[in-house]
């Protein structure tokens, strides 16, 4: 890998001499190093990023689209720190080595994420991050970007293409998991129901993020203020609450996303008003009805869309998520699930606590 990265490393130009890396467990999909380059006596680090483009068929596009993006927030908050690109003596923010591998390099941005936390204060910075990142998009021209997955949170086609593969059955897994299945089943239209109506045109299209972790947000490890948002590779138009959705899916869970056993798994209605507090505060100026009453509906479809996600990917072989072991994929299936169970019975709490956020924002 040393060899590698220190090819990478020369095409885009990085002065001094590469020091160490080592691998930053980062995400699903892309794999990432921390590479530090000295030069006499300073240090220097960089993050190496090799897109996988069995998931990002078109790379290229993605780094036009943060190109874009970037720039256009750079433009708008010159003073923002935002997330900087190396490029290649050919010009380009990428470089495909010889075994087809494409590879970016970001400057390192010395700072903390949270892959959880119980400090409502981080959870609702969290919140207010992503609703900034929203707002400060709000006139930024989304059909100049390209649909980097098509129907990415097309949550109604992402269940129709599960049935699909569950008719299959092309690895013979699908009799492990019938009462998976039949609970998908049992809430597919509703789940799906919030994507039809934007397909429809009923919900605004805005540019979102589509990928709203909490790890994605960098935080000031002294103050523990955000800084940057980052993981812009899915940043493509789309509905203003999955954003918020996706990230109290996760950031409210009072367990990992993997979590096997499954008894621990529950949403936490605090952490749900303190990001709720950070978003709305954040978002409260630009967002419209309808987008606001559909936050805790959206939450649901977009575990039960997470779910159907692993879950085809199970059935299907796993070739999409990274895994660690056999059956990660129908751990992580289990877990949404559960979560999407509570999120259910919690339904009338949640819609009350967005009223009550609104209230008091008001
Ligand atoms: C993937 O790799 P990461 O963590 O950035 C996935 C998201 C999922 C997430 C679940 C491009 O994101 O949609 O919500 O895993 N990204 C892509 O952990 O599919
Ligand atoms: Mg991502």
Redo the contacts with the bound molecule.
């Keep these: 890998m040393f060899e590698t990265l220190k090819i990478v490393g020369e095409k885009f130009r990085l002065p001094g001499e590469l020091y160490s890396y080592h691998v930053i467990a ?5 794999s990432t190093y921390k590479v530090t380059y000295t030069n006499e006596k300073t240090f220097k680090s960089y993050l190496f990023q090799k897109v ?1 483009t069995n ?2 068929k078109s790379p290229v596009e993605i780094m036009e689209n943060i190109d874009h993006v970037t720039s256009f927030i750079r433009a708008k908050y010159p003073d923002q720190i935002t997330l900087h690109f190396h490029h290649t003596n050919e010009g380009t923010n990428y470089y495909i080595d010889g075994d087809d591998a494409f590879w970016r390099v970001i400057n390192y941005v010395d700072s903390v994420t949270f892959n959880a936390s119980d400090d409502l204060h981080v959870i609702e910075a969290t919140g207010k991050a992503f609703g900034n990142f929203q707002t400060q998009l709000s006139d930024f021209d989304g059909s100049i970007l390209h649909e980097t ?1 098509p129907d ?2 097309n949550t109604k086609k992402r269940l129709d293409t599960l049935f699909a593969d569950v008719e299959m059955d092309e690895c013979g897994r699908v009799k492990e998991v019938s009462e998976e299945i039949a609970y998908i089943e049992s809430v597919r239209e509703q789940a799906a129901e919030l994507s039809v109506r934007f397909e429809n045109g009923e919900i605004p299209k805005r540019v979102t993020h ?2 709203t ?1 909490c ?2 947000v960098l935080f000031d490890s002294v103050t523990k203020e955000p800084i940057v948002v980052i ?1 812009l ?2 940043i493509m138009p789309g509905m203003s609450m999955y954003d918020f959705a ?1 990230a109290v ?2 950031i409210a869970n009072t367990a990992v ?2 979590e096997p056993d499954t008894s621990k798994v529950f949403f936490d209605t605090a952490k749900f008003r303190a990001f709720a507090n950070g978003f709305i505060g954040a978002t409260k100026d630009s967002l419209t009805e309808i987008e606001i009453e559909n936050l805790v509906k959206a939450t649901f479809s ?1 575990t039960i869309e ?1 779910a159907s ?2 879950l085809d990917d199970y059935i299907t072989g796993d070739k ?3 895994c660690e072991y056999p059956k990660h994929n129908l751990v ?1 299936t289990r877990c949404q699930l559960q979560l999407a169970k509570d999120i259910a019975r919690k339904t009338d709490e949640l819609e009350w606590i967005i009223r009550d956020v609104l209230e008091k924002r008001s």
């Design positions: 980062m995400g699903n999909i892309n996988n998931v990002f997955i990415f949170h589509n990928d972790k790890n994605n993981d590779d899915t996706d899916r996760f996303e993997d977009i997470l996600r692993f999409y998520f990274r992580r």
